[in-house]
T-cell receptor, first 109, second 115 residues
Framework: GQNIDQPTEMTATEGAIVQINCTYQTSGFNGLFWYQQHAGEAPTFLSY??LDGLEEKGRFSSFLSRSKGYSYLLLKELQMKDSASYLCAVKDSNYQLIWGAGTKLIIKP | DGGITQSPKYLFRKEGQNVTLSCEQNLNHDAMYWYRQDPGQGLRLIYYSQIVNDFQKGDIAEGYSVSREKKESFPLTVTSAQKNPTAFYLCASSYEAGEESQPQHFGDGTRLSIL
């Protein structure tokens, strides 16, 4: 079966750095996406990785290792507004998105 | 402003009743999707459509039906056959389902509960 694993919840301090991991086992791989979802709201697109390595976008970076079936989202200079769930999703061989359950990130002052 | 509009935001269903959730997009996207989100679980695909007048079942299509008569619209009907409909329903769209790098864009969701 297809599976995406993320930690259920993480806590970090305002101004710090946090790394949210995602491991996947899917039938084929056509890219990995990270989304942010605030409670009761729609997911919003953060980043996309299809090749190994690091993609940087301002305070957010995403890393991919296809051989290890592993990705992480790195958030720097954390702000209170970063409190949200972070969803990892992989496009499989049928170009369908397989979603992880999400990591709830709690930011403390 | 381009975007995806879902309505209503909250919906209540009585026993034996069918209800329809609306999803409209003005992004000129070809593909549209319906997901269900339950606490502690990833998004699960109900139905998707890559072109007008065509749609495919996702992983949990039983008890749901859709139509795609216009490119902009992809309504979802939750039928009385869906015995556990309480969930957060999200509609999404993208330029092309087979395009690797195109992200899906989401509406604000409809929260459905049973009366």
């Amino acid at each position: 079966g297809q599976n995406i694993d993320q930690p259920t919840e993480m806590t970090a301090t305002e101004g710090a750095i946090v790394q949210i991991n995602c491991t996947y086992q899917t039938s084929g791989f056509n890219g990995l996406f990270w989304y942010q979802q605030h409670a009761g709201e729609a997911p919003t697109f953060l980043s996309y990785n299809v090749l190994d390595g690091l993609e940087e976008k301002g305070r957010f970076s995403s890393f991919l290792s296809r051989s290890k079936g592993y990705s992480y989202l790195l958030l720097k200079e954390l702000q209170m507004k970063d409190s949200a769930s972070y969803l990892c999703a992989v496009k499989d061989s049928n170009y369908q998105l397989i979603w992880g359950a999400g990591t709830k990130l709690i930011i403390k002052p | 402003d381009g975007g995806i509009t879902q309505s209503p935001k909250y919906l209540f269903r009585k026993e034996g009743q069918n209800v329809t959730l609306s999803c409209e997009q003005n992004l000129n996207h070809d593909a549209m999707y319906w997901y269900r989100q339950d606490p502690g679980q990833g998004l699960r695909l109900i139905y998707y459509s890559q072109i007008v007048n065509d749609f495919q079942k996702g992983d949990i299509a039983e008890g749901y039906s859709v139509s795609r008569e216009k490119k902009e619209s992809f309504p979802l009907t939750v039928t009385s056959a869906q015995k556990n409909p309480t969930a957060f329903y999200l509609c999404a769209s993208s330029y092309e389902a087979g395009e690797e790098s195109q992200p899906q864009h989401f509406g604000d969701g409809t929260r459905l509960s049973i009366l």
